[in-house]
C-alpha cells in the first residue's frame, strides 16, 4: 500500500512502459475522468465491489490479490486512490450504463496497442543494442591495441554518456515510454555509426568517443524537441 497527498492529482493518462506492460491498472481517478463520475463515488463502487468478492475486508485490508492497489492520503490514511486491473475494470463497470462502459472499454484496447508499442520498441531496441554493444567491442579492441589500460570502461561510459544526453537516470531502461524508448535507439545507432566511422578512418580512440558524444548529442537537439 501507498502514500497520496491529500492534494495528491493523479494523471488520467497512464504512461506505458515496459516495466508496467504486463501489470497494467487503471486508477478510480481515471475512471472518474472517462465516465463523468464523481471519484468519491467511483471510490465508494470500488469498495462495495471488493467487499462483494471477498477481496477485502471491512477495514478496507487487502486479501492477498494482486488484482488491485490502494494509494492512502497521508494526513489520515483513507483511501484516496484504487488501481484495478482490466478484470476488476470490467466487473465493476458492469453496472454502469452503456455509454459509460463503452468509454471504459475504449480506453482498456488503447492500453493494450500501447502494450503492443512499447514491447515493439523495446525488441527493436534490443537489436540496435547488440549493433551497438558489437561496435563498442571493436573499439575497445582498436583502443588496447593503441595503448589503452582502460578500454573496457567504454560499455559503461558510452551507455552513461548516452543516457545524460537523453536525460534517463541510469537504471530506468524498463520504466521508459515508446517515446524514450526509440530516442534510445536513435541514439544509439548513432554511435555505432561514428563508431564505424572512427575506425574507418583510423582516428585516434579518444576522438572515437568524442565523435559519438557529438553525434548524439546533436540528434537529441531533435528528439527531445
Known sequence: MTKANSTHQATAIQAITF???????????????????????????????????????PNMDAVDFKGFSFEHREDNGQVAIVNLNQELTITLISGYNVKLRHAIVKRWIELEKQVAQVKASRL??????????????????????????????YYANITRMTNS????????????TVRQLDQVRIAETMVKMAISDGLEQSIPYKEIYKLCKERVSAIAKTLLN
Open 19 to 57: 516495466a508496467n506492460a504486463d501489470n497494467l491498472k487503471m486508477s478510480s481517478i481515471e475512471i472518474s475522468q472517462l465516465t463523468g463520475k464523481q471519484h468519491s463515488h467511483v471510490i465508494r463502487d470500488i469498495k462495495k465491489m471488493l467487499l462483494s468478492l471477498d477481496l477485502v475486508n
Open 124 to 153: 527493436d531496441g534490443k537489436e540496435v543494442r547488440k549493433l551497438e554493444t558489437d561496435a563498442i567491442k571493436d573499439l575497445v579492441k582498436y583502443a588496447e591495441a593503441s595503448g589503452s589500460k582502460s578500454a573496457n570502461m
Open 165 to 176: 544526453i537523453l536525460g534517463i537516470e541510469s537504471g530506468q531502461r524498463d520504466n521508459l
